[in-house]
């Protein structure tokens, strides 16, 4: 969700810290303003009370996540694991703290609302009452980065912080990768896809789009939605161009293609065949050229802000919406919309630009010292 959401790279292609600035070339920036656009384009979609109806196609979003994430460790880690100068169990520890401090904030802010409106004797959707009991359950199982088997949250989602279920499916991938997928054959990676393509075709029919691995029966779905971008990710990094080229006006395209998609009205009859198209065609297409596209200065800048922000943006938005209508009742006002949806949007994406340089970066330099520069376990 990353996953998720997808992150940063957690560090560079051999695992290890390097003098001086990477260039511009090494750092897939416009990578960073494709995830920073489609994290956007979610908080959209769970504040239609600011700002209008969801736009139809902008749960594929976490499709883009997916291919990035792969896309990106593999060109953090895939040589490092596959030459066995970081192991599968010091990957997953840099994975799960690359996540863990901004979820814990959501986590914590979510469970506070959750108690706030308990005591306040109010419904948190429609006329549904919080549960002591039930909440304090998913909190505890959301404090291992588990699904709960009760389901109080927003949308009925696995987690109390509703875009997790996406960062749950993309560590089941993480896992699979460290232990087998950054040393996978071309052939092993291939029946990867084709199966998670014909349950994404199966998903696809039963719930006549895409929009679907966030409650329990729809399990098979998400993990169908990581495995097969996630995949292409890391294959797409395998056959990548390797000298992107300064094509400002390709990188603007680029972007423009992706809000096209994300936005575009499609029939509903026709949801699911659009939902397949993209996700087996227009992303992976999408990647390939946009990894190999250094934009302009500008472009640059405003990608590479957008990208810092972009998984605090993620997992962070929910929480930040249900406290915005705590702290600012009148907020939802039809009057208002959809400019004071658009200011708080605006807020939501500089608070956490500002969690992230502050806080969450100065923690990952921390752990990256603390783990990656361990010595591997010897492996026999």
Known sequence: ????????????????????????????????????????FIIQRHAEDLLGDALPSSYLGVDLFFALSGFVLAHAYGASLSEG?????????????????????????????????????????????????????????GLFFLPSPVTISFNAALFLVHPAWSLFNELVANMAYALRGARATLIQIGIVLAISAILLVVAALQFERLHAGFRWHEMYAGMARVFFSFSMGMLIYRYRRKMPVMRPVHALLCLGILMLVLAFPTP????????????????????????????????????????VASYAVYVLHTPLLDWAHVIAPGIANPEMMPFSGIALVTLIVAISWCVTIWLDQPLQKRFKRRILHRPALVQK
Request: charged share 15%.
């Open 1 to 40: 969700m990353f996953g998720i959401l997808s992150s940063p790279p957690d560090s560079n292609p051999r695992g290890i810290m390097e003098t001086g600035k990477r260039s511009a070339r090494d750092r897939f920036v416009l990578l960073d303003g494709l995830r920073g656009i489609a994290a956007i």
């Open 85 to 141: 100068r970081i192991s599968p169990l010091q990957f997953m520890k840099a994975r799960l703290l690359r996540l863990y401090p901004l979820y814990a904030i959501a986590l914590a802010l979510v469970t506070a609302y959750y108690i706030h409106m308990y005591l306040a004797g109010l419904p948190v959707m429609a006329d549904e009452h919080v549960i002591p009991n039930e909440l304090l359950l998913a909190f505890a199982t």
């Open 268 to 307: 509903r009859d026709w949801r699911w065949i659009f939902d397949l198209l993209v996700v087996f065609f227009v992303w992976p297409i999408l990647l390939y050229w946009a990894s190999a596209i250094v934009p302009g200065p500008r472009t640059s800048s405003v990608a590479n802000f957008l990208g």
